[in-house]
């Protein structure tokens, strides 16, 4: 399950931000790289919430800031790593 | 080759109404319907959306307070789960609550500002989320003439309305980059029960202001919403267009 999360995760962020699965560490921040900007944001947003089928509180969408940053919220809509 | 007629089709387009219990709302709905669209009818309750949404082809009745975040949540998750996407959002639920300005409560000027305007920044802030995943998406913003020239009598409402027209300008440009446009309608006075009690010499006074001659109808504003959600009107975007038979040129 945390394996399928992960490849869903990864997927989610090179699909939105149109990046290198590699480049997706727990250490990538946004606005760190020029793909991960505001525009992007939301599209990752989008991306990840059809992915899991969750909606994403405001708050957490303003505190998605890594990678790292990104399981540790999935993990309170129940998506595991 | 594209017909004409093509253009202003809705097929297969999976569309939200807000406020679709009646008047323009309902209006909208029963002619997307016929568009070809999958049309959610939306209310406070349910109950007052139910016989329009089993009447039309392809329409599904739903709960939305527009003014309550978690309802609007769970609306457009609900669409979400049912539909797999949302084409078009029609932010058209609204509330008037006429008073002048000395005599109006703040009561009233929260339940306006609640339902006309942080209402459709709700539904526009979670469905534009779905319409970003599909890079596709359009959101009808239901002004008003009011909220470009004012009226007295009517302050929190024009103000409320011309924020739809900011928040139209705001949203259409925001969301170009994923391929969503944003327009807003500004009807004048149209036959509905808002306006139903206007009779006598208010009735001759208001139709002296308006250049055509009459009241417009809900079909003419209806008409207006489908050509702004259609492929025809694919490259308009942030625009306000008045349906009020020149009231306001």
């Keep these: 399950m945390s394996t399928d999360n992960n490849e869903k995760l990864v997927g989610a962020f090179v699909e939105a931000l149109q990046i290198e699965a590699i480049t997706v560490t727990d250490e990538l921040q946004y606005n760190t790289i020029k793909e991960w900007d505001s525009v992007a944001h939301m599209t990752l947003v989008a991306a990840l919430e059809e992915v899991f089928d969750i909606m994403l509180d405001t708050d957490d969408i303003i505190d998605m800031s890594s990678v790292g940053k990104a399981k540790e919220i999935l993990g309170r809509y129940d998506v595991n790593f | ?249």
């Excluded at chain 2, 997307?32 to 669209?37: L, T």
């Excluded at chain 2, 339902?115 to 534009?128: D, I, V, Y």
């Excluded at chain 2, 599909?134 to 913003?141: A, E, Q, S, T, Y």
């Design chain 2, 1 to 249: 080759m594209t017909l004409i007629s093509d253009r202003f089709q809705l097929t297969d387009q999976v569309a939200l109404v807000t406020g679709a219990s009646r008047g323009i709302g309902a209006g909208i709905a029963r002619l997307y319907a016929e568009a070809g669209a999958h049309v959610w009818l939306s209310s406070r309750n349910i109950a007052d959306v139910e016989a329009l949404a089993e009447e039309l082809p392809n329409a599904r009745a739903i709960t939305l307070d527009v003014s309550d975040a978690a309802s609007v949540k769970a609306a457009i998750m609900t669409i979400r789960k049912e539909a797999g996407r949302l084409d078009v959002l029609v932010n058209n639920a609204g509330v008037m609550r006429p008073a002048m300005l000395a005599m109006s409560s703040e009561a009233d000027l929260d339940m306006m500002l609640d339902t006309n305007l942080k209402g459709a920044f709700l539904c526009a802030q979670l469905a534009g989320r779905l319409m970003v995943g599909k890079k596709h998406g359009v959101i009808l913003n239901m002004a008003s003439i009011m909220g470009r020239i004012g009226a007295p009598g009517h302050s929190a409402y024009c103000a409320t309305k011309a924020g739809m027209i900011g928040l139209t300008h705001a949203l259409a440009k925001e969301l170009a980059p994923h391929n969503i446009r944003v327009n807003a309608l500004a009807p004048g006075f149209i036959e509905t029960d808002l306006t139903s009690d206007i009779s006598g010499d208010a009735r001759e006074h208001a139709l002296a202001e308006i250049g055509l001659g009459r009241f417009g109808t809900i079909e003419d504003v209806a008409n207006a919403a489908l050509f702004l959600a259609s492929p025809a009107a694919a490259y308009v975007t942030g625009q306000v267009l008045g349906i009020d038979g020149a009231m306001q040129i």
